[in-house]
């Protein structure tokens, strides 16, 4: 029960996020049009690194969008894209509803605390969403519901497709997905995981959006943490405390 090692750890997490994003972009993506326009909800460093991880592995883009709060950030954001050499149009939105409706791949990376994107007609061209930051849908546009049949008898019809990391560890703590769950009472609007994506148990459809909603695991932080340690080992440049503990020994 010892620790080994002590890391500053917050690129280390923001790396593993951008990783799992951009996973789910290459594997969500196929058997669609691959994504030409990117559009970027939310404008800080996991979106950076997404954006890095994104170009690093090949994707290139006619067009990203740009949209936070923030001028400031977006600013920030928009000069990062340039120095990064990727191409493409870059333009800042105003309005989140351009930002979503110009965009066939968007990545939600906000501090968002609860739901503020209500509107599922914004996806109506069915879009790769990476809700990496889980909370900016309302539940309808996880569910994209649409009443129809007649007023006496409304039928509800799931027209989105939902893909998680980890069920269990994405449906609690309020995100939006775990908000479907308390609003329709089942999980039936989770179609599966990426590793069910990847082992060809799930079908991603081409005719609607998808949402991948990743919780992140903290079982990969470690792994990219022993990944860096190891690294770090074999350059020789651990910083070692000797006799850090002062008792090694439970019985003395």
Same mark, same amino acid.
């Given at each position: 029960?010892?620790?080994?090692?002590?890391?500053?750890s917050?690129?280390?997490?923001?790396?593993?996020?951008?990783?799992?994003?951009?996973?789910?972009?290459?594997?969500?993506s196929r058997g669609r049009r691959r994504p030409a326009r990117v559009g970027f909800f939310g404008t800080g460093l996991i979106a950076r690194y997404v954006?890095?991880?994104?170009?690093?592995?090949?994707?290139?883009?006619?067009d990203v969008g740009v949209h936070d709060l923030s001028a400031d950030s977006a600013t920030?954001?928009?000069?990062? +894209?340039?120095?990064?050499? #990727? *191409?493409?149009?870059?333009?800042?939105?105003? &309005? !989140?509803e351009e930002l979503v409706r110009s965009s066939d791949m968007v990545v939600f990376a906000t501090v968002a605390g609860r739901p503020h994107v209500s509107d599922p007609s914004w996806f109506e061209h069915n879009p790769l969403v990476l809700h990496v930051s889980l909370r900016d849908?309302?539940?309808?546009?996880?569910?994209?519901?649409?009443?129809?049949?007649?007023d006496l008898a409304p039928?509800?019809?799931?027209?989105?497709?939902?893909?998680?990391?980890?069920?269990?560890?994405?449906?609690?703590?309020?995100?939006?997905?775990?908000l479907a769950e308390q609003l329709?009472?089942?999980?039936?609007?989770?179609?599966?995981? +990426?590793?069910?994506?990847? #082992? *060809?148990?799930?079908?991603?459809?081409?005719? &609607? !959006?998808?949402?991948f909603s990743p919780f992140g695991l903290g079982?990969?932080?470690?792994?990219?943490?022993?990944?860096?340690?190891?690294?770090?080992?074999a350059n020789g440049g651990l910083h070692v405390v000797d006799d850090f503990f002062h008792e090694m020994r439970r019985h003395g």
């Open positions: 029960g010892y620790p080994f090692a002590c890391l500053e917050s690129i280390i997490s923001a790396t593993r996020t951008a990783a799992m994003a951009t996973l789910g972009a290459e594997w969500l954006h890095t991880f994104l170009a690093g592995t090949g994707w290139t883009f006619d920030g954001f928009c000069r990062y +894209l340039d120095r990064s050499g #990727a *191409g493409g149009l870059i333009t800042v939105h105003g &309005r !989140p849908l309302a539940p309808e546009i996880v569910l994209a519901s649409t009443n129809v049949v007649d039928e509800i019809v799931l027209a989105s497709t939902n893909v998680v990391d980890d069920v269990e560890h994405c449906l609690k703590a309020d995100t939006s997905p775990h329709t009472g089942n999980r039936d609007f989770v179609h599966g995981t +990426l590793a069910d994506v990847m #082992a *060809g148990r799930v079908t991603v459809p081409g005719d &609607r !959006p998808v949402v079982v990969l932080d470690l792994a990219v943490g022993k990944y860096v340690y190891d690294r770090v080992a």
